[in-house]
Nanobody
């Protein structure tokens, strides 16, 4: 079993940057793909990015491509989401998840509690 805890969220002005971290506990973190999702008030959960367990392949949502970078350090059992050129529409609760290499939330079996990202205009 993997437990996940996100950190690094906060308030930032448009055009700014944040780096989210996802700390995992449990022995099997490196066996799973890691994804990031976000959910804004009144909206459905949205896929952001996913990375394979090796870190060799990634997929990004079109809305964040070229601005966000997903990475992981299996030795530290930590995943990251570097977010640059942030826009007000990026405002949401961001959650990391462990599971299959997928853009679909139902393919993930472990979720963090989420961290709030607010981008002011």
């Amino acid at each position: 079993q993997v437990q996940l805890v996100e950190s690094g969220g906060g308030l930032v002005q448009a055009g700014g940057s944040l780096r989210l971290s996802c700390a995992a506990s449990g022995r099997t973190f490196s066996a799973y793909a890691m994804g990031w999702f976000r959910q804004a008030p009144g909206k459905e959960r949205e896929f952001v990015a996913v990375i394979t367990w090796t870190g060799g392949s990634t997929v990004y949502a079109d809305s964040v491509k070229g601005r966000f970078t997903i990475s992981r350090d299996n030795a530290k059992k930590t995943g990251y989401l570097q977010m640059n050129s942030l826009k007000p529409e990026d405002t949401a609760v961001y959650s990391c998840a462990a599971g299959s290499y997928s853009t679909r939330p139902y393919n993930y079996y472990a979720w963090g509690q989420g961290t709030q990202v607010t981008v002011s205009s």
